[in-house]
């Protein structure tokens, strides 16, 4: 049975920040694209970012520069560091997995594995 699983969500002031991780279970990344999307109440799901084995990293406009994804084979998790944070930053964070490659297809968010979320608030 394949896990993902978040933690890191919390509350923070604008500038302040935050890392979240994304541990799996079940799933190797050894050979896969991960990302982060994020969903704020009464929006869209959006794209943040995503990783592939190769190095490959890709940002949404709106993080660029202030967020930046790793990941750690040996413990099977991925990261999202999260800098410089704004209000508008506010969502529900959800990491996600797929096999293959990220570089045209992440954006879609068609991934196979879900996580269950965790919570970003940021306050002025």
């Known amino acids: 049975q394949v896990q993902l699983v978040e933690s890191g969500g919390g509350s923070v002031q604008a500038g302040g920040s935050l890392r979240l991780s994304c541990a799996a279970s079940g799933y190797t990344y050894s050979s896969a694209c991960a990302g982060w999307f994020r969903q704020a109440p009464g929006k869209e799901r959006e794209g943040v970012a995503a990783?592939?084995?190769?190095?490959?990293?890709d940002y949404a406009v709106s993080v660029k520069g202030r967020f930046t994804i790793s990941r750690d084979a040996a413990k099977n998790t991925v990261y999202l560091q999260l800098n410089s944070l704004k209000p508008e930053d506010t969502a529900m964070y959800f990491c996600?997995?797929?096999?293959?490659?990220?570089?045209?297809?992440?954006?879609?968010?068609?991934?196979?594995?879900w996580g269950q979320g965790t919570q970003v608030t940021v306050s002025n």
């Open positions: 990783i592939s084995t190769s190095g490959y990293t």
């Open positions: 996600a997995a797929m096999g293959g490659a990220c570089a045209g297809r992440w954006r879609r968010g068609r991934f196979e594995y």
